[in-house]
């Protein structure tokens, strides 16, 4: 559970947790705080923010967040620490501890921390929950914080709005002051902002997942999409469109610009490019159109479709998405997941290859070719194809083997 915890947020390479806390339900506290001067200059406060923004962002600067509040309210140690939405598991997600060595790789007594149920949203400190007595005989300080000069604590649990609960803890050495009332303050001034930055850093990495998601459907249903910006020129394509352009047979990129081989179909895709721009800026509706490319390999034409993007009033600025261009290789050879083919048509591995095959255009003797087996064999395994997945012909099976999702799983 802790492995998809560490997904949604896109960290990797961390240490796990000390100070870990225990999901517990309680109302969410906005606690009212002095001015930002009165706590914190405005330089640091700024700095902090943009620190935030970079963080929601690019996992690896959190580091580095972590590391200002640190040294703002003089702690050895800065925590973030993750816990499943259930609240069964925890793991240090980052350390700021201004170049020292980092706190242990797992907390064996984390269990035991006082401060598992401390509640929601709201800075708590040592002093809060025992005495200064009762904390030096604890067994978790005696155990596992006096052996790494951890003596102070200040802590607190931020949800966010998928309903995980990170833990924020800020700790001191024993020589050091306890935290006061004014660290305090200064801690539930940051914790909103601290709140956002990961509620933006999951949708951002949710969404990047999703993109990622669909660019691999598209590549591996050898579908190629380019991407290109108000001028007309490449913002980015998938993987299947960057294997059709660096084929160069029929379709390139030239300066920046999709170009074709030859001049008539050059001069036919730039006109559709242009209208295309056109339409992204004077209607909100998509023009779609389509063309097909010859090819110097004398293979079958490229089928090509363009469309418009429109803009909406965040993306006013340089480099924004203004037309797709979408690319089929019709006569590209398919290699849909094995296994996914014979769960999904009740298929022998051998029956599987062979109806592979006879999608990828091959008859059924050039098939039994090219798996090296008898065409008797060959004409008893579609047999027993024809009967599991109830079709009658090959062209028939063929058609429903291209429309299957077979072709979205992994090789």
Same mark, same amino acid.
């Given at each position: 559970?802790?492995?998809?915890?560490?997904?949604?947020?896109?960290?990797?390479?961390?240490?796990?947790?000390?100070?870990?806390?225990?999901?517990?339900?309680?109302?969410?506290?906005?606690?009212?705080?002095?001015a930002?001067?009165?706590?914190?200059?405005?330089?640091r406060?700024?700095?902090?923010?943009?620190?935030?923004y970079?963080?929601?962002?690019?996992?690896?600067?959190?580091?580095?967040?972590?590391?200002?509040i640190?040294?703002?309210?003089?702690?050895?140690?800065?925590?973030?620490?993750?816990?499943?939405?259930?609240?069964?598991?925890?793991?240090?997600?980052?350390?700021?501890?201004?170049?020292?060595?980092?706190?242990?790789?797992?907390?064996?007594?984390?269990?035991?921390?006082?401060?598992?149920?401390?509640?929601?949203?709201?800075?708590?400190?040592?002093?809060?929950?025992?005495?200064?007595?009762?904390?030096r005989?604890?067994?978790?300080?005696?155990?596992?914080?006096?052996?790494?000069?951890?003596?102070?604590?200040?802590?607190?649990?931020?949800?966010?709005?998928?309903?995980?609960?990170?833990?924020?803890?800020?700790?001191?050495?024993?020589?050091?002051?306890?935290?006061?009332?004014?660290?305090?303050?200064?801690?539930?001034?940051?914790?909103?902002?601290?709140?956002?930055?990961?509620?933006?850093?999951?949708?951002?990495?949710?969404?990047?997942?999703?993109?990622?998601?669909?660019?691999?459907?598209?590549?591996?249903?050898? $579908?190629? =999409?380019?991407?290109? +910006?108000q001028? &007309? %020129?490449?913002?980015? *394509?998938?993987?299947? @469109?960057?294997?059709?352009l660096?084929?160069?047979?029929?379709?390139?990129?030239?300066?920046?610009?999709?170009?074709?081989?030859?001049?008539?179909?050059?001069?036919?895709?730039?006109?559709?490019?242009?209208?295309?721009?056109?339409?992204?800026?004077?209607?909100?509706?998509?023009?779609?159109?389509?063309?097909?490319?010859?090819r110097?390999?004398?293979?079958?034409?490229?089928?090509?479709?363009?469309?418009?993007?429109?803009?909406?009033?965040?993306?006013?600025?340089?480099?924004?998405?203004? $037309?797709? =261009?979408?690319?089929? +290789?019709?006569? &590209? %050879?398919?290699?849909? *997941?094995?296994?996914? @083919?014979?769960?999904?048509?009740?298929?022998?591995?051998?029956?599987?290859?062979?109806?592979i095959?006879?999608?990828?255009?091959?008859?059924?003797?050039?098939?039994?070719?090219?798996?090296?087996?008898?065409?008797?064999?060959?004409?008893?395994?579609?047999?027993?194809?024809?009967?599991?997945?109830?079709?009658?012909?090959?062209?028939?099976?063929?058609?429903?083997?291209?429309?299957?999702?077979?072709?979205?799983?992994?090789?």
């Amino acid at each position: 559970m802790m492995a998809s915890a560490y997904a949604r947020m896109g960290f990797s390479g961390y240490t796990s947790p000390s100070m870990a806390c225990v999901i517990k339900e309680g109302p969410i506290i906005e606690s009212s705080t002095p001015a930002t001067a009165e706590l914190i200059s405005t330089e640091r406060f700024n700095e902090f923010i943009n620190y935030l923004y970079d963080a929601a962002s690019r996992p690896e600067a959190w580091t580095t967040c972590l590391e200002v509040i640190r040294k703002q309210l003089g702690c050895n140690f800065a925590s973030l620490v993750i816990r499943d939405t259930k609240g069964e598991n925890e793991g240090l997600i980052v350390t700021a501890a201004g170049g020292r060595k980092d706190l242990l790789t797992h907390d064996v007594y984390a269990e035991l921390s006082p401060f598992r149920d401390i509640p929601m949203e709201r800075f708590m400190t040592i002093t809060d929950l025992m005495s200064e007595a009762e904390w030096r005989e604890c067994f978790y300080y005696k155990s596992w914080c006096r052996l790494h000069s951890v003596y102070h604590v200040m802590a607190a649990k931020i949800v966010t709005d998928d309903g995980s609960v990170y833990g924020l803890n800020l700790t001191r050495p024993e020589s050091e002051p306890a935290f006061s009332k004014r660290d305090l303050d200064l801690g539930h001034l940051l914790m909103p902002h601290i709140r956002r930055a990961l509620n933006m850093h999951l949708s951002l990495h949710r969404d990047r997942q999703v993109i990622s998601l669909y660019s691999r459907a598209t590549a591996q249903l050898m $579908v190629g =999409v380019v991407i290109l +910006d108000q001028n &007309g %020129k490449l913002l980015e *394509s998938n993987p299947a @469109a960057s294997g059709i352009l660096d084929m160069q047979d029929g379709l390139k990129v030239s300066g920046d610009r999709l170009e074709t081989s030859y001049a008539n179909d050059n001069r036919k895709l730039q006109r559709l490019i242009k209208d295309a721009l056109l339409h992204s800026l004077t209607s909100s509706s998509r023009m779609i159109e389509g063309m097909s490319v010859c090819r110097p390999s004398g293979q079958l034409n490229w089928g090509v479709v363009v469309q418009s993007i429109s803009p909406d009033e965040w993306t006013e600025g340089k480099q924004r998405p203004s $037309v797709a =261009v979408f690319v089929r +290789d019709t006569d &590209g %050879k398919a290699d849909p *997941s094995i296994r996914l @083919a014979q769960q999904l048509f009740q298929l022998t591995p051998a029956e599987t290859l062979l109806a592979i095959q006879l999608a990828n255009g091959l008859s059924l003797e050039e098939a039994a070719e090219a798996l090296n087996i008898r065409r008797n064999t060959a004409r008893a395994h579609l047999r027993s194809i024809f009967s599991k997945t109830g079709v009658r012909r090959q062209t028939e099976l063929v058609r429903i083997f291209l429309n299957s999702v077979a072709w979205l799983g992994d090789k």
